[in-house]
Structures are given as structure tokens and as C-alpha cells.
């Protein structure tokens, strides 16, 4: 640790546990516009705090739900499945822990491709939640069951629940941070005239900060997509992977059998150099060979 990475832990005292709740929100928008070294370094600072002998057991949880969150933001599961693990360990977590950071399990279920498991616990969730009147934990929930939905139409009214809740309410983060996976729903939302306004401006801010990371990131990434790196039927198939559709799904809108799409699905793995999902759509996103 440097010398002032020191001084800052040493100045922290009884101010840790505060730091440990502003770092994440502050890093989340860093990230958002696509200042991954500056969002980085914030997290490391709550690293610091959470680490303070002054902070409580519960901060240390939700210090770990923070974790989770920035890197399933990242695209970086292997960390996320780490720091859930560590989240696990917090036996009585149900009762030190603010009810906005329960369904961080449930997320990283999505973030595995494990939808029927978070499907579950959302529930169990979204019946406490209600119970407590926690109308902006409620959003939540309903924007992660939109994305653990097993059908397209069954998502579709889950967004709109949560769209004609948060409207009124101005939340935009709570959609926005899912941007990626919730856009292509919202259009159909929109499509359909439902909180238009709300739906439009939600829209603008996802487009407006995907733009701020392509411009970010063009810095460092190929200034042409590489050709020949995946096959026709392989994009076709990593464009479905993108928008969240799972091996059995891409199996039967293409007709062909699920070993013939896991196959596909592995191949583009390798030729990426992707561990998962998530990481295989970052570094597509990164190549510009999808949106």
C-alpha cells in the first residue's frame, strides 16, 4: 500500500462506513460514461473503508453486494462469483442488510445464465418488498424478473410494471444500469405506447452513455471490426447471446439441435477468448461485431 493510499485509510476513522456507501454510486457512474480507471480506483477506495476496523458487519456485506454489482457491470463474472461467495458468508444477511441489496443474489443467478433459480428468489423477494411498501426495491425486482423472464411476452409485462411504477417516481438508473439488456425491450415497450415520455427518455440516456463508452474505449480498440474472425451463422448466433437469449432459446428459433447451439456457442468462446457470456459480449462489443 502507498504511502498515501495510508494516509487516506488513516484519515477514514469513523467516516469508513460513509465512504463505503457514496464509492459505488460514484464508480457506477464512471463506469456508465466509460471511465473504467477512475470507477477502478473508486471501488478501491471502498475496499479500503470496508477493510476499516470501525465498519460494521452489515456494511461489509453490502461492501461485498457493491462488488458484485461493479463487476457483473464490467463483464467480469469470474470476480463476480468470487465476491458472491464472500457475500454468501454473511449467515444472518437477511437481517444486517438493507433490503435494496437482497436481490443481488438473485442478479448474478442472471448474470450465470441460472434465470429459473433467480426467478425463484425474486419472488420471495418481490412478496417482502411489497410487504415493507419498498416501492423502489419493488422496481428493482421487476426489472430483473424482466430479465430472468422465460418468454419474451412474460418480460414485456414485467417492464411495464416497472416503467408505470418508476415513471412517476423519476427513477433512471434502475433501468439505465441494465441498459445493454433492457434496450432492445424498452423499444418493443415503446413500440406499444406504453410511458411513452418516460420510456423515450430512458432510451436517450442508454444511446447517450453507449456513446460515451464507444468513444472511451475507440481510444484503445480496433478502429475496424476484424474480418473473418467468426462466421456468418456464428454472429448470427453472438448477436442472440447479446440480447440474452440461452443455448435452448437460440436452439429452437434456429431450428437446429441444443448440442449443434452449445457447440456454436463454445467455438465462439474460443475465438474470443471469452471464459462466459458476459465476457464473450464484452469483448464482441469491444470488436464492434455487435451493438
Not at 484519515?11 to 460514461?33: H, I, K, M, N
Not at 465498519?55 to 462488488?67: I, L
Not at 417482502?128 to 419493488?138: F, R, T, Y
Not at 456468418?232 to 437446429?256: F, P, T
Amino acid at each position: 500500500m502507498s504511502g498515501r493510499l495510508t494516509a487516506e485509510f488513516s484519515v477514514l476513522g469513523g467516516q469508513a462506513e460513509a465512504q463505503t456507501w457514496s464509492c459505488f454510486s460514484r464508480a457506477q457512474v464512471l463506469l456508465a460514461t466509460g471511465d473504467v480507471a477512475g470507477a477502478a480506483s473508486l471501488m478501491e477506495q471502498q475496499d479500503q473503508a470496508a477493510n476499516h476496523p470501525t465498519v460494521s458487519k452489515g456494511a461489509r456485506a453490502m461492501h461485498a453486494a457493491n462488488r458484485v454489482m461493479f463487476a457483473i457491470r464490467q463483464g467480469d463474472l469470474a470476480a463476480a462469483v468470487e465476491w458472491g461467495s464472500r457475500l454468501a458468508e454473511y449467515d444472518e444477511l437477511n437481517d444486517i442488510m438493507d433490503i435494496r441489496f437482497h436481490c443481488v443474489p438473485s442478479r448474478l443467478l442472471i448474470a450465470l445464465g441460472q434465470k429459473t433459480a433467480a426467478m425463484k428468489q425474486l419472488q420471495d423477494f418481490y412478496q417482502k418488498a411489497n410487504q415493507a411498501g419498498a416501492q423502489g426495491v419493488i422496481i428493482k425486482i421487476r426489472v430483473y424478473q424482466t430479465l430472468a423472464a422465460a418468454t419474451p411476452e412474460e418480460a414485456l409485462d414485467f417492464l411495464s410494471e416497472a416503467l408505470k411504477m418508476g415513471g412517476p417516481a423519476g427513477y433512471i438508473r434502475t433501468f439505465v444500469d441494465e441498459g445493454r439488456l433492457l434496450a432492445p425491450l424498452l423499444h418493443k415497450v415503446l413500440s406499444q405506447g406504453i410511458t411513452p415520455e418516460y420510456t423515450s427518455k430512458l432510451l436517450n440516456i442508454i444511446e447517450d452513455e453507449e456513446r460515451q463508452r464507444t468513444a472511451a474505449s475507440s481510444k484503445t480498440a480496433p478502429s475496424v471490426p476484424p474480418t473473418g474472425l467468426l462466421s456468418e451463422r456464428e454472429l448470427e448466433i453472438l448477436r442472440m447471446v447479446a440480447a440474452g437469449e440461452s443455448n435452448r432459446e437460440i436452439a429452437a428459433k434456429l431450428i437446429i439441435a441444443l448440442g449443434t447451439a452449445k457447440t456454436h456457442v463454445h467455438r465462439i468462446f474460443e475465438k474470443l477468448n471469452a471464459k462466459d457470456r458476459l465476457q464473450a459480449v464484452t469483448r464482441a462489443r469491444e470488436l464492434r461485431l455487435v451493438q
